[in-house]
Nanobody, 119 residues
Framework: VQVVESGGGLVQAGGPLRLSCAASGSIGSISNMAWSRQAPGNERELVAIISASGITNYGGSMSGRVTISRDNAKNTMYLQMDNLKPEDTAVYYC??????????????WGQGTQVTVSS
């Protein structure tokens, strides 16, 4: 089972961008999913997290400008980002907690997708 991010790219300040994260493989079930980001020289920080039932929580730095959502039927999570700022430039990572058919919990991380916001 793996997760793959998509949707990153170059965007002008003030613009929107939508990221996707798709899980594929022999999936048992996916519980929590989350987006985090890491800018050069900075530690990775949580952007948003969403439970299987759709309960959401947002990190402070992008709160109010991002919306996390998921489509459980497609095992896909989204991050809608609006009013982007140059300081949002970072690699954005997807994380998913996979529960195997045997009940084992496996943490999955994507390779990341680059988001660059130009001023």
């Amino acid at each position: 089972v793996q997760v793959v991010e998509s949707g990153g790219g170059l965007v002008q300040a003030g613009g929107p961008l939508r990221l996707s994260c798709a899980a594929s493989g022999s999936i048992g079930s996916i519980s929590n999913m989350a987006w985090s980001r890491q800018a050069p020289g900075n530690e990775r920080e949580l952007v948003a997290i969403i439970s299987a039932s759709g309960i959401t929580n947002y990190g402070g730095s992008m709160s109010g400008r991002v919306t996390i959502s998921r489509d459980n039927a497609k095992n896909t999570m989204y991050l809608q980002m609006d009013n982007l700022k140059p300081e949002d430039t970072a690699v954005y990572y997807c994380h998913a907690r996979h529960i195997t058919g045997g009940g084992r919990r496996v943490e999955l991380w994507g390779q990341g997708t680059q988001v660059t916001v130009s001023s």
